[in-house]
């Protein structure tokens, strides 16, 4: 999905940086773009979901349309409705690359999918949308490995600092496993759920 805006102006509108890049243009100015950014301070429970849901779109890199089909699908489950939201949204593909270090942010995470870099279970996938279940493996194609963005993933430039203990990464083997679902504290996503829920269900 393409956004026009730029990250960092997106990154003080929500609050949290996108962007590794982003982070030193957060800290030194974290408040709102524009003229009258430090002063804004109008808000109302609507303003406060709505921003809730802007910010894990962002952190996610959704449409609007993919955010609600994923909400209308955890719905129908028993438990909590946010966190099997996220549990759903972390085992795209695209999150998982990113988690797993093959990538450095969510947006090239999506283009290394979309550009057929990737495998699953020895298939190319070319859908940053794709859900993956426990023991599903991730693996950049063999004709990929040489090309320098996965060069530096492999030397682990864009290893986290935290590593998901749901995922066994082999970062020199450039593959990834699945091996269980996310527990909720278990994903670096900056969210208040359940005020996503309370948005579309009202």
Same mark, same amino acid.
């Given at each position: 999905?393409?956004?026009?805006?730029?990250?960092?102006? $997106?990154?003080?509108? &929500?609050?949290?940086?996108?962007?590794?890049?982003?982070?030193?243009?957060?800290?030194?100015?974290?408040?709102?773009?524009?003229?009258?950014?430090? !002063?804004?301070?109008?808000?109302?429970?609507?303003?406060? $979901? &709505?921003?809730?849901?802007?910010?894990?779109?962002?952190?996610?890199?959704?449409?609007?349309?993919?955010?609600?089909?994923?909400?209308?699908?955890? !719905?129908?489950?028993?438990?909590?409705?946010?966190?099997?939201?996220?549990?759903? &949204?972390?085992?795209?593909?695209?999150?998982?690359?990113?988690?797993?270090?093959?990538?450095?942010?969510?947006?090239?995470?999506?283009?290394?999918?979309?550009?057929?870099?990737?495998?699953?279970?020895?298939?190319?996938?070319?859908?940053?949308?794709?859900?993956? $279940?426990?023991?599903?493996?991730?693996?950049?194609?063999?004709?990929?490995?040489?090309?320098?963005?996965?060069?530096?993933?492999?030397?682990?430039?864009?290893?986290?600092?935290?590593?998901?203990?749901?995922?066994?990464?082999?970062?020199?083997?450039?593959?990834?496993?699945?091996?269980?679902?996310? &527990?909720?504290?278990?994903?670096?996503?900056?969210?208040?759920?359940?005020?996503?829920?309370?948005?579309?269900?009202?």
């Amino acid at each position: 999905m393409n956004q026009s805006r730029p990250k960092v102006k $997106r990154s003080r509108a &929500l609050g949290i940086p996108l962007t590794p890049k982003c982070v030193r243009y957060f800290e030194r100015r974290p408040f709102p773009p524009g003229q009258h950014g430090r !002063a804004r301070k109008s808000t109302s429970d609507y303003k406060i $979901r &709505l921003l809730e849901k802007q910010r894990l779109k962002a952190q996610y890199d959704l449409s609007e349309g993919q955010l609600r089909r994923a909400f209308t699908r955890v !719905a129908r489950l028993e438990g909590k409705t946010g966190e099997a939201l996220i549990v759903d &949204l972390e085992t795209r593909l695209d999150a998982l690359v990113l988690r797993a270090g093959l990538a450095r942010t969510i947006y090239q995470a999506r283009q290394v999918v979309t550009h057929r870099h990737v495998t699953v279970n020895g298939h190319r996938v070319d859908r940053p949308s794709a859900r993956l $279940r426990p023991g599903d493996v991730i693996a950049v194609a063999a004709g990929s490995r040489t090309k320098p963005p996965f060069l530096a993933a492999a030397a682990g430039a864009h290893a986290p600092e935290r590593p998901a203990p749901y995922l066994a990464v082999d970062l020199a083997a450039l593959t990834v496993r699945l091996v269980r679902l996310p &527990l909720r504290p278990e994903v670096p996503v900056v969210c208040q759920e359940q005020l996503v829920v309370e948005h579309y269900s009202r």
